[in-house]
């Protein structure tokens, strides 16, 4: 199994241990996600430290405050290292105020330029308040007019609605940890509508723990609890998701 999206600089223990706990649950491949400048530095000296980790690169809607050209150059120059195999996560949030809307548009675009520039995949971080869908929509629209051909990742899939949408576009759809609450019945009739070539599987730990971890911090090794509850979902074996996700996952990042 993969983690195609976790933050291992934020999960509770030791690095080393959150490594070799996610090998002993058979994860062999992880995408630990940085979110500003500081945390892209961390992601990528995690890559070099494991082989089993990848890092991606870039700032966080939440931290686009003051994105300017210099900060796009840092992105652009670290995405260039061998193990960076994304840019992001990039995107909208508007269920939080934490940047200007138009800083968040301001960094999202130019992440997109750099992914182009470097033929990465573009993460993508989508937020609305609740009932509202004015983020996910925007970046469809901004996606559909500048990301060309870049590989696209809807990470954490929260837009049910537009599962279709982002299938006929070739986006992948990654499936964090709240897809396995009882409440989620609209996210696992999407997980169980997205393409076999599309659908990725991630814990965004620390953070969506699944169902049965329920209350604790999130890390790499419980993605094969929210995979097993896809696999249900798709009516396949997870030994098929694992394989499924893998392959894509190996074709999407190049590990």
């Known amino acids: 199994m993969i983690d195609s999206h976790t933050h291992l600089f934020l999960c509770e223990g030791e690095e080393a241990e959150l490594v070799a706990a996610a090998a002993g649950a058979g994860v062999v491949r992880m995408l630990t996600v940085g979110m500003n400048a500081e945390t892209n530095a961390e ?75 470097l033929g990465l995949p573009i993460v993508i971080h989508a937020r609305d308040p609740e009932g509202e869908t004015s983020a996910i929509d925007e970046i469809f629209d901004t996606l559909d007019a500048h990301a060309g051909e870049a590989p696209v990742i809807l990470h954490c899939f929260s837009a049910p609605q537009r599962v279709g949408d982002a299938a006929e576009r070739g986006w992948y759809c990654s499936f964090a940890g709240n897809a396995t609450y009882p409440s989620a019945k609209e996210l696992r009739f ?6 076999d070539d ?9 953070y969506l723990a699944p169902q049965p971890r329920r209350g604790k911090r999130n890390q790499p090794a419980f993605v094969v609890e ?8 798709r009516g396949t074996s997870y030994e098929d998701l694992e394989h499924t996700v893998e392959a894509n996952a190996r074709a999407l990042f190049g590990w």
């Open 43 to 117: 992601a990528v000296a995690s890559s070099e430290r494991y082989g089993a980790v990848f890092a991606a690169i870039g700032r966080h809607p939440n931290e686009a405050g003051g994105f300017d050209d210099a900060a796009a150059t840092e992105i652009g120059e670290l995405g260039r290292h061998e193990k960076v195999r994304a840019i992001g996560e990039t995107g909208l949030d508007f269920y939080r105020d934490y940047a200007a809307p138009d800083d968040q548009r301001r960094a999202f675009r130019s992440q997109i330029e750099i992914a182009r520039e």
């Open 198 to 206: 599309r659908i990725l599987v991630e814990t965004d730990a620390p």
């Open 226 to 233: 929210t995979a097993q509850a896809i696999a249900a979902e």
């Open 190 to 195: 999407a997980a169980a509508k997205v393409p």
